[in-house]
């Protein structure tokens, strides 16, 4: 009989493992993250004050699409929802999935006026805990197990996009393994990708593609190494033909966890995609990691939590802290002294400072919402641009 050995960290030594997950944006969760993102984007376009909570689910040729929305603009869902299906790769029907004969079906209805009336006093538009983290592991400041992981699914979407591996189809996982001793990255223990291909191309030659194309790339611009050939999984049932919804249907707001710190940190209630920035599940999020990435930036901890919660039609926060897990270089008056000169972590206070009533959203809904530095609350400010 054949035996499995697993490897057990050696607690005692300081060694211990971590994995953390991405997904394609051809995934059919992700799908419906980018359905919903690219309807707030649209409504922004033309009218900034918009508000939406956005669902979308995906299955086997159905689009749907649910929630509600205040706005000025002038919608063809439809279009949005078919066109955004498309530019992800959804266009052969054989795949049971497509922008152009799946089933569309449109749900979405007016904001209530009860959620509404708290909003337009620049309350929250919802209660909740927010969450955002920030460690010196890698350049972005991410966990390193996450970012690696979105780096690889961006990767293969890359390759796909660009016909650089012909044989990809738009669906695809990644997981990374890191080895740890007393708290620090020191190599690589795993990796898993499984991607869809066309039905011509052999498993042995898309587990070369994939290391030689995807892995080796990416590892080596983070200065690791590929673990050995065993702890190498490409495609671990074999064989992936049918990507997307007719395999697995979609949900908007259902990769949580990836679209944040990969369970490395502690995340909110809420999920993101979907939501203008009144709602503090987004803005409040983005405002978490912004504070959070900025005391590291500055040197202030190596590693920093801010957690915050909001009730609905209330505009400031009824909790605000900062955890360093015991590597802060300042003082606590002084890391709170910081926090409040850089933000106003009241609702109206997050949207201008980081000016979120912007069509920026779509960028959003893979690869994660963190570690993109384009992204507003990704910047990193000086002591003369901290506010006074």
């Known amino acids: 009989m054949l035996e499995r050995i697993f490897f057990v960290p050696d607690i005692t030594s ?12 051809g995934h059919p969760d992700k799908i419906c993250d980018a359905l919903s993102d690219a309807i707030v984007d649209a409504a ?6 918009s508000r ?4 979308a689910v995906a299955s086997a040729n159905q689009i749907c699409l649910f929630g509600e929305i205040k706005t000025a603009a002038k919608l063809d869902y439809e279009e949005i929802a078919r066109s955004c299906v498309k530019q992800l790769g959804y266009t052969n029907p054989a795949w049971g999935f497509s922008a152009q004969e799946s089933i569309f079906s449109n749900d979405i209805h007016e904001q209530s006026p009860e959620i509404a009336v708290g909003v337009d006093r620049d309350g929250a538009g919802d209660q909740g805990m927010m969450f955002g983290y920030a460690c010196g592991e890698t350049p972005e400041l991410m966990p390193l197990p996450i970012m690696l992981a979105h780096r690889l699914t961006k990767q293969i979407d890359k390759a796909r996009i660009e016909g650089e591996l012909d044989w990809l189809r738009p669906d695809g996982k990644s997981q990374v393994t890191i080895r740890y001793e007393h708290g620090k990255p020191v190599g690589i223990a795993k990796l898993v990708v499984a991607v869809a291909h066309d039905e011509k191309t052999p498993a042995e030659q898309v587990r070369a593609d994939v290391i030689e194309h995807i892995f080796k790339p990416i590892i080596a611009e983070y200065g690791y190494a590929l673990p050995p050939e065993a702890d190498i999984i490409v495609n671990g049932t074999g064989l992936w033909h049918i990507p997307g919804p007719e395999s697995d249907a979609g949900l908007t707001g259902r990769k949580i ?3 944040t710190y990969g ?5 909110g209630g809420g999920a993101f995609s979907g939501k203008d920035p009144s709602k503090v599940d987004r803005s409040g999020a983005y405002a978490a990691r912004y504070i959070a990435k900025n005391i590291v930036a500055a040197g202030l901890a ?3 939590e801010i957690g915050l919660a909001y009730v609905i039609g209330q505009p400031k926060p009824l909790m605000q802290t900062i955890e360093t897990f015991g590597t802060a270089t300042v003082s606590d008056q002084e890391l709170y002294a910081f926090k409040d000169r850089l933000i106003d972590t009241s609702v109206r206070g997050i949207v201008e400072r980081l000016q979120l009533r912007r069509p920026i959203y779509s960028q959003t809904s893979a690869y994660g919402h963190f570690g993109k530095p384009d992204l507003p609350w990704e910047a990193v400010v000086t002591s003369s641009t901290t506010h006074k």
């Open 14 to 25: 300081g060694m211990t493992l971590f994995t953390s997950e991405s997904v394609c944006a």
């Open 44 to 49: 922004l376009s033309q009218d900034p004050l």
């Open 52 to 55: 939406t909570g956005i669902e």
């Open 257 to 259: 966890v990836v679209d």
């Open 263 to 267: 369970g490395y940190a502690r995340v």
């Open 302 to 304: 190596t590693k920093c």
